[in-house]
């Protein structure tokens, strides 16, 4: 599946779960993803065995998988306008425990982020939002 998606000509490549290199994913026309111990939404790590994985004897080959590959990516508004946005929910003020004037944040009162595991259990929330894995996924940023 690897091989035809990237149009290679040989099977010089090496698959990975993890990338430095560990957790080895064999080649195989016969075993299922799921046999291979993978699932959905996992990242795969692949390595060539030879420095010229990528090239093909024709030129002409070449020319088309480079036109495959979009040069520049056009992000859509609605993700711009989101990635403008801090993102972060906001908390009341709690009576019991907050002793701060109002222009200021304890850490009783502090936003919550958006893939914040309390609230969205407490919410009941079953999925987060795809921007909100995203920044989960960046360290918040």
């Known amino acids: ?31 299922t993803v799921k046999a291979a111990g993978l699932n959905h939404g996992d990242r795969l790590f692949m390595f060539p065995k030879t420095q010229n ?6 030129s002409s080959s070449q020319t088309e998988t480079k036109s495959k590959v979009p040069s520049v990516v056009v992000e859509d508004e609605i993700d711009i306008e989101l990635s403008k946005l801090e993102g972060s929910i906001p908390k009341s003020k709690d009576k019991l425990n907050c002793q701060h004037q109002g222009n200021s944040q304890c850490v009783h009162c502090i936003p919550y982020d958006p893939f914040d595991e309390e609230y969205l259990k407490e919410q009941k929330i079953k999925f987060m939002s795809f921007h909100s894995y995203i920044r989960k ?3 918040g940023l």
């Open 53 to 58: 994985l990528f090239q093909n004897a024709n």
């Open 1 to 31: 599946l690897v091989q035809k998606s990237f149009e290679l000509s040989s099977l010089q490549f090496s698959l990975f779960k993890r990338q430095n290199k560990t957790d080895s994913v064999d080649n195989s026309r016969t075993k």
């Open 137 to 139: 996924l960046s360290g």
